[in-house]
């Protein structure tokens, strides 16, 4: 990819739960259809048994791993959103760091992002974006 072409590319964090619902649907392949580069946390690809890290590797999704101040910051802030997991805080933060989109099918990750005015979408705008 030239660097003009990597200018064009927007960045997308990608949480599990949107993960398992486009494998679920038998879809996710249709990501890469798309102009945007996918990054998945390394927490995350290690937990996930279906889509597989294997599949998830083969399909070019960058792995990311958090900064250590960021990871401070993420259990630092666990205890305020305990409904929600490491995992998505783990998502959130490296969007955050990266400039990246965050897309999650989780409605309060979705606003917790909204608070840290990290761009983030769900399910129906990755189908609607095909």
């Keep these: 990819m030239s660097s003009e072409d990597a200018a ?3 960045l997308c964090v990608a949480d599990a739960n ?3 619902d486009l494998e679920n649907g038998g879809i996710l392949r249709l990501l890469f259809e798309l102009p945007y580069h996918f990054i998945i946390p390394d ?3 290690e937990e996930l048994a279906r889509p597989s890290p294997d599949v998830l590797r083969r399909l070019a999704f960058e792995v ?3 900064g250590g101040e960021s ?3 993420v259990f630092a802030l666990r205890p ?3 409904q929600l997991s490491l995992n998505d805080l783990f998502a959130l933060f490296l969007a955050r760091d990266r400039g990246a989109m965050l897309l999650t099918g989780d ?3 979705r606003l917790l992002a909204q608070e840290f005015v990290v761009p983030v979408h769900g399910t129906l705008w990755a189908l ?3």
């Design 8 to 10: 064009l590319v927007t």
């Design 18 to 20: 949107i993960l398992i």
């Design 43 to 45: 927490a995350i690809l």
């Design 64 to 66: 990311g791993s958090l």
């Design 71 to 73: 990871v401070q910051e």
């Design 80 to 82: 305020q959103h305990p």
């Design 107 to 109: 409605h309060r990750l």
């Design 128 to 130: 609607e974006s095909w």
